[in-house]
Each structure stands twice: as structure tokens, then as C-alpha cells.
């Protein structure tokens, strides 16, 4: 039995996005805390234009860092990125701070929603168009954009944020992100906390944003069973390395896939670590 789980990488890309631009590449990342936990071991990943790519794992796996290494917030968190590199259209952004990563279209909306309180949702809403220079007009249409995707905001627009429920403010959260005109937003976990009726709710406008709006998605997610339905291409991290990667359609049919991360198996979830069987670890490598 091997010690390490392997790592088996594809073209990133999923059959149906075939010959897509390529926006975002993280070539073999680390990514150590306070000088000397290291957390990511060698991640790499691409996210095509127009995808919805899935960052798949349980707690720990490493799927927030990877998103903070991309936006550029572990330096808050004593991390910092020291091997590998992240370009975005193929320039390098690791220089960027994540204001000036915005005004390259990249936003992410962080995990556990982070509303402004004391604001109302409309509010909240707008300070996403903060830093946009193209006049009122263009901000109030895309307002009214947010709220057709989101109907309910539009009825608690002048609630304060804090008073509103858990998938309202993840709501908020989503569309003050689209109020910065991302090009693609990187998104953690956004099923957190919420019902599972209001995780169908999510995903169903994270889907209807990428195909009638164009957003490209980068999303980390330990709700993997949904994540891989909406998802085009999936990436699974365990103990800060990825351990496969491919279509979701194809992740969904993986044999350990099913046993470890759906629930399909009569022993419940374990990490591929704890495999003993040669058939399936052959099967693993293969």
C-alpha cells in the first residue's frame, strides 16, 4: 500500500467546454502558515472560461487556502504562497492585491457569508459597485439584475442584513459579488448552514448565472453530492493535495468517489488513506 494518496491530473477541462479559454491556472502551489504550516502541497488546477469548476474535500482538505491564495487574503492570516505559481489570462497575479484582482473581474465571496450587518440588503448589495466607474445608470441595472436572479432580496431590500436568514444573507453575499461585474467568482462553500431545499435554491442561480450571464465559477465545497451535479469539472483535495480530478459526470460514476463522498457505501465516509484493498487501489492509480 502506498503511504500518500496519488495525485491524477486531467486536461481540467470538461467535454462540453472543450477548447475554452483558459482563465485561471494554478500551477503546483504551497502555501505555508506562519512560517511553518504548510497547508497545500503542490496544488494545481485550471478553471476554463464559462465553467463551473468544483473544489471538492472535506473540513481541512485545504479548499479555503487554495481559494485565498487565488484572491490574495492569507496574508492576513500569516500565509503566504511559496512554491508554484497563479496566473489569471496568463499574467501572474500573486503581485495583485485583491482590490486590483477585482478590477481584473476576479471576486470572491467568502465562506460564512460576511454581510455588513447593520446595513440593509440593498445596501450591501451596492457597496459591491464600489469601485465601478461606469455611472448610475449602468449600477441600478445591474441591481435590477440581482434582484430578478434573487426575488426575495428585492422584498427584504430594506431589511438590515443582520436580521435576515441564513440563505438571504448568502443571497446578498452572491449579488453583491455580481455587482462588481466579476468575469469569474471564486466561492466558498456556499451550502454552509443553510437547508437543503435553499442549497437546491443556490445552485440552481449559481447554474442560470453561468449560462445566461456568462460568470465563470471557481467553488469550494464540502457538499460534494450537490456540488458535482452543477458542477462541469471537479477537483478533490485531501490533506492539502488534490487526489483526482475530471468531469463531474464522470467523478459522479467513480467507483471510490461514490464509496467516500456520496455515501454509497454500507462502511459510511473514509479518507483515501484508509484503503486497504488491492483491487481498489490498483483501480485508484489506474
Not at 504551497?30 to 504550516?37: A, F, Q, R, S
Not at 464559462?50 to 487574503?73: D, E, H, Y
Not at 437547508?195 to 460568470?215: S, T
Request: aromatic fraction near 6%.
Amino acid at each position: 500500500m502506498l503511504d500518500q494518496p496519488q495525485e491524477t491530473h486531467g486536461d481540467g477541462v470538461a467535454p462540453e467546454l472543450q477548447g475554452a479559454e483558459t482563465l485561471l491556472e494554478v500551477n503546483n502551489i504551497e502555501v505555508i502558515y506562519n512560517h511553518v504550516i504548510l497547508v497545500l502541497k503542490g496544488v494545481s488546477l485550471k478553471v476554463p472560461k464559462g465553467g463551473i469548476t468544483a473544489l471538492l474535500g472535506g473540513n481541512g482538505a485545504g479548499k479555503t487556502t487554495t481559494l485565498k491564495a487565488i484572491s490574495n487574503l492569507l496574508h492576513s492570516e500569516r500565509g503566504e504562497v511559496t512554491k508554484g505559481s497563479i496566473l489569471y489570462r496568463g499574467e501572474p497575479v500573486a503581485d495583485l492585491t485583491p482590490s486590483d484582482l477585482v478590477d481584473r473581474g476576479v471576486i470572491q465571496v467568502m465562506e460564512g457569508r460576511h454581510c455588513f450587518e447593520h446595513l440593509t440588503v440593498e445596501e450591501n448589495l451596492l457597496t459591491g459597485s464600489y469601485t465601478r466607474k461606469d455611472g448610475k445608470g449602468a449600477v441600478s441595472a445591474d441591481l435590477e439584475m440581482v434582484y430578478d436572479y434573487f426575488p426575495r432580496l428585492k422584498e427584504r431590500r430594506t431589511s438590515q442584513a443582520g436580521y435576515t436568514s441564513g440563505g438571504e444573507q448568502q443571497m446578498t453575499a452572491i449579488g453583491r459579488a455580481l455587482m462588481s461585474r466579476p468575469e469569474t467568482i471564486l466561492l466558498d462553500e456556499p451550502s454552509m448552514g443553510l437547508a437543503p431545499q435553499l442549497v437546491e435554491q443556490i445552485f440552481d442561480i449559481v447554474k442560470r448565472l453561468n449560462e445566461e450571464q456568462g460568470v465563470t465559477f471557481l467553488l469550494a465545497e464540502q457538499n460534494t453530492n450537490v456540488a458535482l451535479r452543477f458542477a462541469h469539472y471537479g477537483y478533490i483535495l485531501e490533506s492539502g493535495r488534490v487526489v483526482m480530478d475530471g468531469p463531474a459526470a464522470d467523478l459522479r460514476e467513480n467507483p471510490d468517489v461514490k464509496e467516500f463522498y456520496l455515501g454509497m457505501s454500507e462502511e459510511g465516509r473514509k479518507s483515501f488513506r484508509d484503503v486497504r484493498s488491492y483491487r481498489r487501489r490498483k483501480r485508484w492509480l489506474s
